[in-house]
């Protein structure tokens, strides 16, 4: 099935009409290409702001979670410091109440 040149040269005169009738079309296309393209730049560059954003956050937790965890350590030095008072506080008592007691009784 071979084509003479005439009718290549016929179709193709015919292709280019139809091509040419509408051009809007393919302009449209290309149009919304380009907005789809630039659609996903924004979106990528949004992607990298949120991916930024939450590392810093991570960070700000970290740092937040370190100051806590000192804080613990200092209150948990004072506590040790308030059980060590209270440990004398009620050894001098309890001595004292006993020496009272033995008294109390060799005097009686």
Same mark, same amino acid.
């Given at each position: 099935?071979?084509?003479?040149?005439?009718?290549?040269?016929?179709?193709?005169?015919?292709?280019?009409?139809?091509?040419?009738?509408?051009?809007?079309?393919?302009?449209?296309?290309?149009?919304?290409?380009?907005?789809?393209?630039?659609?996903?730049?924004?979106?990528?560059?949004?992607?990298?702001?949120?991916?930024?954003?939450?590392?810093?956050?991570?960070?700000?937790?970290? /740092? =937040? +979670? !370190? $100051?806590? *965890? /000192? =804080? +613990? !350590? $200092?209150? *948990? /030095?004072?506590?040790?410091?308030?059980?060590?008072?209270?440990?004398?506080?009620?050894?001098?008592?309890?001595?004292?109440?006993?020496?009272?007691?033995?008294?109390?009784?060799?005097?009686?």
């Amino acid at each position: 099935m071979a084509f003479a040149q005439e009718e290549l040269i016929q179709i193709q005169h015919l292709i280019d009409q139809s091509l040419s009738a509408r051009p809007e079309v393919i302009n449209a296309n290309v149009r919304y290409e380009l907005d789809i393209r630039e659609r996903i730049v924004r979106v990528e560059e949004e992607l990298k702001h949120q991916r930024e954003l939450m590392i810093q956050g991570f960070e700000m937790s970290n /740092k =937040r +979670f !370190e $100051q806590m *965890d /000192k =804080r +613990f !350590e $200092q209150i *948990d /030095k004072h506590l040790t410091v308030i059980t060590s008072r209270m440990d004398r506080f009620m050894f001098w008592s309890l001595g004292l109440t006993i020496s009272a007691v033995v008294a109390i009784v060799k005097l009686t």
